[in-house]
């Protein structure tokens, strides 16, 4: 790519290599062996003709270092989302189809970002897609676009295996590499196709353009961490550089497109009036809005005037006098059947013991089994038996019958039990509840028990919640519209 096209060419820029203070560089060497059915693509040293750098290129061990600086770590979504949505047009299909790719992977090398693997893994993964995808659309051959790809996937690796924080043996046993072409690493193999390039630049000068682009984000191969690889890599890509140039030559602009001042004429003036005509003119203008405001005051002051001596009456003033009304308060309304049954417990209601609803033509007093019986017995708790006493009662002053039912979850009795169903226990527990009632109410033959075992569950059994609730006791008692 060259020219305006070129995002990261030197035309009518100042260009600022980054060199980051105080982030660890480890050598690949460090790196896990590779796993079984991987090969860590060993290929020999770039070779040939290296001519010298056309310019210098800062890199961790020969740039200047800046006084380090906090600077503020980024979410990684912002760094992710940061291309999205973004058409590069250039006149390299390569560079057009990886400016997503190249713009994320320089804003994780310049900014301090909070690194997630997975996601930055996925994100990666689809942004190759995307290249290859894009670049077979725009007319690259397979086997280049393939070439890209990998040489896209080795710089994205490179990356990020040096940023701040990053596990780099979890990144290399699952790098981009391995996913896409098998293999751990392209230290060598980034400058054995390098090679391949140079040797036609003329037909490969997209590739090598996206080539120098991966240069430029910081990828150093076999030379990172090596005795002296930085002056090698600044040769080899000062190289490259020059090749290209002479393929296709920048033009020869300034630096800043805008580095002369704009020249101004001199700002010139019709005949200017005297002082004393403007002066004359404003004092005019004074007088004239006096004299309109004090005619438009004068105007308003009459009218005020008329409705102020309108506020007094002429004639004599007569009050009428309206005797009160006696006040008389509407009659207390009559507490309904549900009110009083309520009113009356309210005291265990408040407390979660029991609750009273309406239910079809019955009200229904359910109280749990927490409070009745305890655990796998059916005689009724002793301290059920003030409870009991308050709802007989409540009841006695209600008419109709009483029917007492009680309900089990759907855990059968144990073999072992004198109960062989939940119905026969649910009986059995509704009696108990029964003959506590009994004691309480002026006629004890209003009460009627029956057991529904599990047959009427309120919760899901499936829970030790749902259990709980589905073990009770319901006493119910018809609404009194009901009896009329």
């Not at 690796?157 to 790098?175: F, I, K, M, Y």
């Not at 309120?458 to 009194?480: H, L, S, Y």
């Amino acid at each position: 790519m060259s020219g305006k096209n070129d995002p990261f060419g030197r035309e009518g820029k100042t260009v600022i290599a980054p060199s980051p203070g105080g982030v660890s560089r480890r050598d690949f060497r460090d790196a896990a062996p590779p796993a079984p059915g991987l090969q860590a693509s060993a290929r020999p040293p770039v070779t040939g003709t290296i001519l010298s750098p056309a310019f210098p290129i800062a890199t961790p061990e020969t740039g200047v270092r800046q006084p380090e600086q906090a600077a503020p770590r980024f979410a990684l979504d912002v760094a992710l989302n940061a291309a999205s949505g973004i058409k590069f047009p250039s006149s390299n299909p390569l560079i057009a189809a990886a400016a997503s790719l190249l713009i994320l992977l320089g804003r994780l090398r310049l900014h301090s970002t909070e690194i997630q693997l997975a996601p930055l893994m996925n994100q990666l993964s689809r942004l190759l897609t995307e290249f290859e995808q894009k670049a077979t659309e725009a007319g690259v051959a397979q086997e280049e676009a393939s070439v890209a790809k990998y040489v896209l996937c080795g710089t994205a690796d490179e990356v990020v295996q040096n940023l701040p924080g990053v596990d780099r043996d979890a990144w290399t046993l699952h790098s981009l590499l391995v996913k896409f072409f098998q293999v751990r690493s392209a230290s060598i193999g980034f400058f054995e196709e390098l090679d391949k390039a140079l040797a036609d630049p003329a037909q490969r000068y997209d590739l090598l353009e996206l080539m120098h682009a991966c240069l430029l984000l910081g990828f150093q191969g076999q030379y990172r961490g090596t005795p002296g690889g930085s002056a090698l890599l600044q040769r080899v890509t000062g190289n490259l550089h020059q090749r290209m140039r002479q393929i296709k030559a920048l033009p020869d602009e300034e630096i800043s497109p805008r580095w002369r001042g704009m020249a101004l004429g001199r700002a010139t003036f019709g005949p200017r009036a005297p002082l004393w005509a403007i002066a004359s003119f404003a004092g005019a203008i004074l007088v004239g809005a006096f004299f309109l405001l004090r005619f438009l005051i004068g105007n308003e002051a009459d009218a005020l005037e008329t409705r102020l001596a309108g506020l007094s009456p002429t004639t004599a003033i007569k009050i009428d006098r309206v005797e009160a009304v006696a006040y008389t308060p509407p009659p207390p309304q009559e507490s309904t059947q549900l009110q009083r049954v309520r009113t009356a417990l309210a005291d265990e209601i408040a407390a979660g013991t029991m609750t009273v609803e309406p239910s079809g033509d019955q009200i229904v007093v359910s109280v749990s089994n927490a409070v009745l019986f305890a655990s796998g017995k059916v005689d009724a708790r002793k301290e059920f038996e003030p409870i009991g006493k308050k709802i007989a009662e409540a009841l006695d002053k209600e008419p109709g019958p009483i029917s007492v039912i009680g309900h089990t979850d759907n855990v059968k009795p144990k073999v072992s039990s004198r109960y062989k169903s939940n119905h026969d226990l649910s009986l059995a527990r509704a009696a108990s509840v029964q003959a506590v009632l009994a004691k309480s109410l002026s006629d004890a033959a209003r009460i009627k028990v029956d057991g529904k075992g599990d047959l009427e569950p309120i919760a899901d059994n499936g829970t030790q919640e749902g259990r709980a609730a589905n073990r009770r006791v319901e006493i119910m008692i018809p609404k009194e519209e009901t009896l009329q």
